[in-house]
């Protein structure tokens, strides 16, 4: 459906913000994981024809992207990171508005998509006078407009309490049964229990492309629990990459992240999703 | 370090006064980075060379009695010091606009407000830094006509000469603008485009009133006038006949023998004068002071608290029910396909953002049915000035909204959005104009002609100066100030953009439409450097 083939791009000579992504998505939720700076953002950008690559190729349906970019754009449903909301513009006007920009005739879709995400009730309200959670909100309902076949979504849950962030990733996982939904955030939790495929970058690279399950497989081994003394402690986390670390009395339970056993007494456990991410980030040796 | 602690390492400096330093300097560099000010500087270049005629074309910049005043350095500083003095207090003023307003969207306000720095240290250290921004502007303004000295002048360029005439004429002015401008942004009832709007006023009424002062008596009003250009004109009287005196593209007849300008004209009483009005235009910061917001969420945040407000805002509060009208245009925007759907898309958000506008078009095409053709002439001013303050937001408006990214990734990209809000500007200048020009048409085509032709290089003008600064205040400026001087000039056909004058000629209406196609050219090529898409 959507592939990148050694998409790269480069600002001026010397900043490469993603370089050589080869990627093959299908229908489902794929989470784009990465630090900041990482190239999430950048590589979004050019799926969703914002910028265009410095080379390589990405195609839609077998469409070229960069050289048709509205073969994507008339099927594609993006939510930026920071977006906000035109002054003295009310969230039905907002709606009709980008309705009448991506051609969608049907009023009554953007009825039931304030419905969808619960803002009925606030349609004859000026957009800027909503809470960050509401903005976001109107924001998916503005990108599923055209009932889009690609919706990318960056940050999505930047700035939402727990109850919304909640709401935000069961949408988005129902979209992904039948949809391709690209989910951009550092945040794993995030993505970890909607997302079929995990894409994580580094430094501009796209450093691996698996199912949550093929990645806790992968760190099986590499994550410790431990306990030990307080003055033990410091010395200990000097030589090991600590995950978590919690004060109990005179000693200190650790979470370590290591290839090997990290000290006497340390015993495999079983990771999250962040703790594998993070045991196989340590084990390429590159800085934190 | 913390500026305490590099003013402890500076013993001269008391840690305020570093800190004001540090803010000014902030500013300054903020602002001369930006996109506006490298057009602000382009626009003084060329306007310094086509003020300052060459008389070889047979126009010079000041001619008494029909006699050309030789280009020495005290007529060349006195004369565009004269035209500077015009200009930079509404171009100024408009640059340094809206850093409050940028500090609310980023952020960055609700820091400043809970710092611990006072009020009045951030208010003078924004103040001083708009003061040396005006500073480098005026710099290079200077530097320009010295160029301009040495390829058309008659004598040696003196730059204590220039510096004298710019430090007493242009010094006080700076303040002024530098003032209005902090207190504009620093009054929460003055942050939105009604400041805007008001300061235009302020600056109108100042030109308005300059004749009176020079008739006046000159010297009790000189204090009054921070401009300077009373000081100018008593300056020029102990030796010419400022009664037959023009400035600026002044024709001359060639057999009268040219003047010349004694070097020294300034009197320790003007200049002592000009220090008064530089005391005087420090009436607006103190003003600011007190009236500082310090971007307290009470008194302004992005959104209604602040368009509660803006008079505008009220009265379009008061005919919010009018926006429903736009319905019908959002649903036609829809079925109409590709760049003529999101035209009308741009065309129904203006009008449902400003019912006030929904309001003045019915109004508009009642009158422009009924009154008889001399009182459509005044009316289509009126509505030209209304369509160009509403759409002079209209290519800004997704960038200031934080809307871009959103807005670029419907079909047609980024691109298509440059050229659907010309057109959405166009379509809006037509709603004001159309009927009007149609009916002007019946007495006087070229007219008619030159109204459409006008508003079609305004809206190209609007798209290309919103797109290349980023910023709807440089076109918003420079649309206020043609509009003042075709109103007020009126000979020459070039000077007629809209036909008010009716001196408008099919040259005249073919000039500005190219000038038109080239700014929208310009703007193209400004948009697709900016974002490929």
């Known amino acids: ?288 | 370090m913390s500026p305490t602690s590099q003013a402890a390492s500076h013993p001269a400096w008391h840690p305020v006064f570093f800190t004001i330093r540090t803010l000014a300097g902030l500013e300054a560099r903020v602002r001369l980075r930006r996109h506006s000010t490298l057009v602000a500087l382009l626009a003084v270049v060329a306007l310094s060379w086509l003020m300052i005629a060459d008389p070889a074309d047979g126009h010079t910049l000041i001619a008494v009695h029909g006699a050309r005043v030789l280009y020495t350095s005290a007529t060349m500083a006195l004369g565009s010091a004269a035209l500077a003095t015009v200009l930079f207090p509404l171009g100024g003023f408009y640059l340094l606009r809206g850093r409050m307003g940028e500090d609310l969207r980023s952020g960055a306000g609700a820091v400043i407000g809970a710092s611990t720095q006072g009020g009045t240290v951030f208010v003078v250290g924004r103040w001083c830094g708009g003061v040396a921004y005006l500073a480098a502007l005026v710099g290079a303004f200077m530097a320009t006509v010295l160029v301009c000295h040495a390829v058309r002048g008659d004598g040696p360029i003196e730059p204590l000469v220039y510096l004298q005439t710019y430090v007493l004429v242009l010094g006080p002015m700076i303040l002024f603008t530098a003032s209005c401008a902090t207190l504009f942004d620093a009054w929460a009832p003055l942050m939105g485009k009604a400041g805007d709007l008001l300061y235009f006023v302020v600056w109108a009424a100042l030109m308005g009133a300059l004749p009176a002062f020079v008739e006046g008596g000159l010297t009790a009003a000189i204090p009054l006038d921070v401009t300077g250009m009373t000081s100018i004109m008593a300056a020029l009287a102990g030796h010419v006949d400022i009664r037959t005196m023009m400035l600026g593209i002044a024709d001359f007849d060639a057999a009268k023998a040219p003047l010349t300008l004694p070097p020294q004209l300034w009197t320790a009483a003007l200049a002592g004068y000009r220090v008064l009005s530089a005391l005087l235009a420090l009436v607006p910061l103190l003003l600011a002071l007190p009236l500082f917001h310090r971007f307290s969420p009470d008194r302004v945040k992005p959104g209604k608290a602040r368009a509660r407000r803006s008079p505008l805002a009220v009265v379009d509060g008061w005919l919010r029910p009018l926006s429903r009208l736009t319905a019908p245009l959002f649903a036609l925007a829809a079925r109409l396909p590709g760049i003529a759907g999101q035209a009308l898309a741009d065309v129904a958000l203006t009008l449902a953002a400003a019912p006030s506008a929904l309001a003045l078009l019915l109004l508009v095409q009642l009158a422009a049915l009924v009154l008889d053709a001399p009182v459509l002439v005044p009316l289509a001013l009126g509505c030209v000035a209304y369509w160009g303050i509403l759409v002079s937001d209209l290519p800004t408006r997704d960038r200031d909204a934080a809307l871009a990214a959103m807005g670029a990734a419907v079909p047609g990209g980024a691109a298509r959005r440059y050229w659907r809000q010309f057109a959405a500007a166009c379509v809006l200048g037509l709603m004001f104009t159309g009927v009007i020009a149609l009916r002007l048409a019946s007495v006087d085509a070229t007219r008619a002609l030159a109204l459409v032709s006008g508003v079609f290089a305004l809206g190209a003008c609007a798209s290309f100066l919103g797109r290349a600064s980023g910023t709807a205040r440089t076109f918003l400026a420079l649309f206020l100030f043609a509009l003042y001087i075709s109103v007020n000039i009126g000979r020459g056909a070039w000077a007629d953009v809209i036909g008010f004058h009716g001196n408008a000629t099919a040259g005249s209406v073919l000039g500005w439409t190219v000038v038109g196609v080239l700014a929208l050219v310009a703007g193209h090529w400004s948009n697709r450097r900016i974002l490929p898409a």
């Not at chain 1, 939720?29 to 969703?48: C, D, E, P, S």
């Not at chain 1, 906000?84 to 005739?105: H, S």
């Open chain 1, 1 to 288: 459906m959507l592939e990148l083939h050694d998409v790269t791009k480069t600002f001026g000579k010397h900043v490469t913000a993603v370089a050589n992504v080869s990627l093959r998505l299908e229908p489902g939720v794929v989470g784009l994981i990465g630090h900041n700076g990482a190239g999430k953002t950048t590589l979004m950008q050019m799926i969703a024809t914002l910028t265009a690559p410095s080379s390589g190729r990405i195609l839609f349906d077998g469409a070229d992207v960069v050289a048709r970019p509205d073969a994507i754009r008339r099927r594609l449903g993006f939510l930026p990171q920071d977006f906000g909301a035109y002054r003295n513009v009310t969230a039905l006007e907002f709606m009709r508005y980008f309705a009448a920009l991506k051609g969608v005739r049907d009023p009554a879709r953007i009825r039931r998509l304030l419905e969808l995400v619960n803002l009925h009730e606030h349609a004859g309200r000026m957009a800027s006078t909503f809470s960050g959670g509401m903005l976001r909100r109107l924001g998916i309902a503005q990108a599923l407009l055209n009932d889009p076949d690609i919706l990318v979504v960056d940050e999505p849950t930047a700035g939402l309490d727990p109850e919304e962030r909640l709401r935000f990733r069961n949408l988005l996982a129902d979209l992904g049964f039948h949809k391709l939904v690209i989910i951009s955030t550092h945040i794993v939790s995030d993505v970890e229990s909607v997302a079929g495929q995990l894409a994580i970058m580094r430094a501009g690279r796209l450093v691996a492309c698996d199912t949550p399950d093929a990645i806790l497989a992968r760190a099986r081994g590499q994550v410790w629990e431990a306990s030990v003394a307080a003055d033990e402690y410091d010395a200990l986390r000097a030589t090991v990459h600590v995950l978590q670390a919690l004060r109990q009395g005179g000693r200190v339970n650790l979470r370590i992240a290591h290839p090997t056993v990290p000290t006497a007494g340390a015993q495999p456990c079983e990771p999250s999703l962040e703790e594998a991410l993070m045991a196989q980030r340590y084990a390429v040796k590159e800085p934190a």
